[in-house]
C-alpha cells in the first residue's frame, strides 16, 4: 500500500511540475512565416510552433490564445486556437 502511495504522489508531483512551466498568451497575429514554423502577436511576441502544434487554420489578424512553454531561452507555442468573436 505504501509504494502505491508513493507512486501516486510521485506522479501527482511530476504532473504538477509539468503544468507550471505552460504559460498562456492572448493577442491578434501580426505575421505567420510561410512554412508556419513561427508566428508573432501585434505587441511583438514571437512563438517557435512546436512539433505536432498546428496553426493551419490561424492566419494575420486573427485573435488567439496561445499555449506556450520556455525553452532555450524562446517561447514555444504548443497549441494555437482562434478566439470567438
Do not use: R
Not at 14 to 38: C, F, M, R, Y
Not at 56 to 83: F, H, L, N, P, R
Amino acid at each position: 500500500m505504501k509504494k502505491i502511495l508513493a507512486s501516486l504522489c510521485a506522479l501527482a508531483f511530476a504532473l504538477t511540475l509539468g503544468l507550471a512551466n505552460a504559460e498562456d498568451a492572448k493577442g491578434v497575429i501580426e505575421q505567420v512565416s510561410p512554412d508556419n514554423s513561427w508566428f508573432t502577436l501585434k505587441d511583438g511576441t514571437k512563438f517557435t510552433l512546436a512539433e505536432g502544434a498546428d496553426m493551419a487554420d490561424i492566419k494575420a489578424g486573427d485573435q488567439v490564445t496561445v499555449s506556450y512553454e520556455m525553452k532555450d531561452g524562446q517561447k514555444v507555442a504548443t497549441e494555437v486556437s482562434k478566439d470567438e468573436g
